[in-house]
């Protein structure tokens, strides 16, 4: 774990963002992004072992990101289902005509959640355009649904990319990645709690066109989050590269 963090983010947006190129192929661009995710993975394990030996400062905070009035609740739900996977809580509120939502967790863990949401909703924003509606169902309801598989599939594959990552690097310094982590939810969870003592619950959407959610959860499926393809991601890292 000698790797320098800056460098390592700095490849992480680098893979990002030629995924997200509009002159990226579909197969090359799924290359780049399933690299992109398996280091962010990876690389947030490696910080939790770190901090927790003492060897680096990854503190605790909150930042607040304004979510676009398009499609406003989806991204949303988009974006809390990254940080829940990523450890983080989120927190929503309006503010002069503004909608806020704080996210919370280690600042290592923040900086995932703030490129994973950049790439994640530009790429649910294209899938989007594309939803038909089925039967009677409208075209904003069918759009909805298709967001909502979108952030459940999304969530689900981040949530196996840390698994995977968390399998990869078992024990550090005598201390297991399972218990290093769960120190590490505990102690986002008290410190959100002490700073949104008065928070609620959002009640969850309900699915008006099945369909299209499972639509959603399909483009979900072809984020391609959690680096399992190893020899393709070796191609994409050589065209990186070159």
Request: aromatic share 6%; hydrophobic share 40%.
């Amino acid at each position: 774990m000698t790797d320098a963090p800056a460098a390592k983010l700095e490849l992480i947006r680098k893979l990002l963002a030629v995924a997200e190129h509009p002159g990226t192929p579909a197969i090359e661009a799924e290359t780049y992004r399933e690299r992109a995710y398996a280091l962010m993975a990876k690389f947030g394990v490696e910080r939790a072992h770190l901090a927790a030996a003492g060897e680096i400062t990854d503190e605790l905070a909150s930042i607040p990101l304004i979510i676009d009035k398009t499609h406003q609740a989806e991204r949303c739900a988009l974006l809390s289902a990254i940080a829940s996977a990523k450890h983080c809580r989120t927190l929503l509120w309006k503010l002069d005509g503004k909608t806020y939502v704080m996210v919370s967790g280690y600042q290592s863990d923040l900086d995932a959640v703030q490129m994973l949401y950049a790439s994640l909703a530009l790429q649910m924003a294209k899938e989007v355009a594309t939803v038909t509606p089925a039967g009677r169902k409208g075209l904003a309801t069918a759009r909805k649904s298709f967001m909502a598989g979108f952030a459940s599939r999304v969530g689900e594959k981040l949530r196996d990319a840390e698994k995977a990552a968390t399998v990869e690097t078992t024990h550090v310094a005598g201390r297991s990645t399972d218990l290093v982590l769960r120190d590490r939810d505990a102690a986002v969870s008290d410190y959100f709690d002490r700073m949104t003592p008065n928070a609620g619950s959002v009640k969850r959407q309900k699915v008006g066109d099945t369909s299209a959610y499972f639509a959603g959860r399909e483009a979900g499926d072809r984020a391609d989050l959690g680096g399992s393809n190893r020899n393709r991601v070796g191609t994409g890292q050589r065209a990186l590269n070159a």
